[in-house]
């Protein structure tokens, strides 16, 4: 695990307009040396292409020193979070909602006043397939996902008991339903008579056979799967 780690590669993508001013540089600067000091091997960009971002790194790191993003993401940036780590740094205060960048896919942000201690620790959770984002957004974006669903699945009952996903177990199956309603691995496990540990193991097997990280990740992928249900079957 550890020699995966430390072989991890990083995409640097910043802007060439700006890199030149003093201020900037000295923000870059800083926090690629972090990098390093986590072992990332840094490819460093001056600007970005199409043939760049198609490009294949371990986390795309993105520079927003001089950026503004305040109307809309770069669409072309949303498809590179969808399908790889991405990660913004030298982000101002109040830039961006987090929430929106989590409920998009992005892996975490680092802002220009963050302290050192706080971006080496924020790196190295990103390099071990955490998110780093505020608690408070975290819980944001798992309170809006849950009543999205929840939402969802009074559509779906009343047209079938629960909703069953073939690649899962049967108890697989009604963890991911408890999940998805927000019970914690405590409750799920007093619910179901089974000890924290088991339901570890199982939320644990859910997240690899449906490529999900965390319980936000499940939860989109719940909600993305339900779309699909054939209103036909029972």
Known sequence: MNSKLASMNAKVLTSNDTIQNNSHKVALDSFVSLMKVCSLNITLQSRHSEQQLNEYYDIYFIDLFHCDWSEAIPNNILQLAKHNKVVLFNVHNEQLCERQLLLSGFQGIFYLSDR??????????????????????????????????????????????????????????????????????????????????????????????????????LITWSLQSTKHIDPTLN
């Open 116 to 217: 050192s201690d706080i971006i080496l620790k924020g790196l190295n959770e990103v390099k071990n397939n955490e998110r780093w984002f505020k608690r408070s957004s975290m819980n944001q974006a798992f309170s809006y996902l849950l009543k999205k669903n929840k939402s969802s699945i009074s559509t779906l009952d009343k047209l079938t008991d629960k909703v069953i996903f073939p690649t899962l177990t049967k108890r697989e199956n009604t963890i991911i339903d408890l999940v998805t309603k927000g019970s914690k691995n405590h409750e799920i496990a007093d619910q179901l008579n089974i000890s924290t540990n088991t339901v570890k193991t199982h939320i644990y097997s859910i997240f690899r056979k449906t490529n999900s990280r965390n319980r936000i990740e």
